[in-house]
């Protein structure tokens, strides 16, 4: 039986500390790859998501600006009068027309989540308890006597990374009758 079990472990071929060490080496670089470019995905996906949004709040901006011109160009020219630095832009909530206040600091241009009638949510300057990440202010800049520059700035930190989208559009304050 002693000759049976020796000729058996000689037969035998084992593995040596330093292959299973090459093998486990292998095998954690094939896994260590793809989560690695999971993670990065997740992060991308993150930032885009953030730029998207930031991008739709400063077109709103421009789009609020346009519409004060629309309804009212004699507050719109008071706008563009007081904005030439940091403004804030918004619909004053009852009205159909948009409001504009000094934007002294960061936080006084942070806006806010509020609920929507449908269910949904929508970033506005209105104070309330759920504050997002989300910064926005526009610019006013006279070019001529008919003819404003209208810059928004919407900017955001993404894990220590300031986003930031600056769109400009030119408003003329002509009166079509």
Known sequence: MKKITKKIIKNIKAFTILETLITILAISLMI?????????????????????IATGL??????????LRNLDLDEFQKMASKCSKSCLIDWGGNGSTPTYSKCESDS???????????????????????????????????????SYTVEANTYSYNNGIKLEVKLKKIIFAIVVK
């Open 108 to 146: 006084e241009c942070q806006l806010f989540l509020l609920p929507n009638s449908d269910g949904s949510r929508s970033y506005r300057h209105i104070y309330s308890s759920e504050a997002s990440d989300f910064y926005r202010y526009i610019e006013i800049t006279k070019n001529g006597s008919q």
């Open 32 to 52: 260590v790859g793809p989560v690695a470019f999971v993670a990065k995905s997740f992060h991308y996906s993150d930032f885009i998501n953030h730029k998207i």
């Open 58 to 67: 400063s077109q709103e901006a421009l789009e609020l600006a346009t519409s």
